[in-house]
């Protein structure tokens, strides 16, 4: 590893945490937007809770010791183990023959929280990033 790359290691690992949170909050954002839809076009049910599969970014360094460079984004997924809420209103267009309506799983008070977490979580990596500049312009200005 050279000398630049363990300089700007730090720097990438908060770039991948960026992103990360990036997807987090959209992902949030879409959730509680979709909170109250109870017919998914092509579906036919409520909207389904979405969730950011996140994984570390791994490599070997040159002893051969796997070490974490960063956050990797796998993608998104639907949760299918949180049921659905249930609420008795006859007189809604998607209500079934018991008059019961099937609303998505999206628990907007638990989805503010996260998304709070994941807002702060992108400001922590924003600030590692403005101090790695910080530390590189320094360090550019010592070698004049």
Known sequence: MGALD???????????GLKAERARVDVIAKNIANS??????G????????????APMLRR???????VVGVEVLGTRSDTTT??????????????AAGIVRYPNVNTVKEMAALITAVRAYEANLSVQENYERLADRALR???
């Open 43 to 54: 579906t036919g049910e409520a909207y389904r809770r979405e969730m950011v599969d996140l």
């Open 61 to 67: 360094n040159s002893e051969g010791v796997k070490e």
């Open 36 to 41: 109250q839809v109870t017919r998914v076009p």
């Open 83 to 96: 049921p659905f809420q249930e609420i008795v209103d006859p007189g809604h267009p998607d209500a079934d």
């Open 6 to 16: 363990k300089l700007f290691g730090g720097m990438r690992i908060a770039s991948t």
């Open 142 to 144: 010592l070698m004049e």
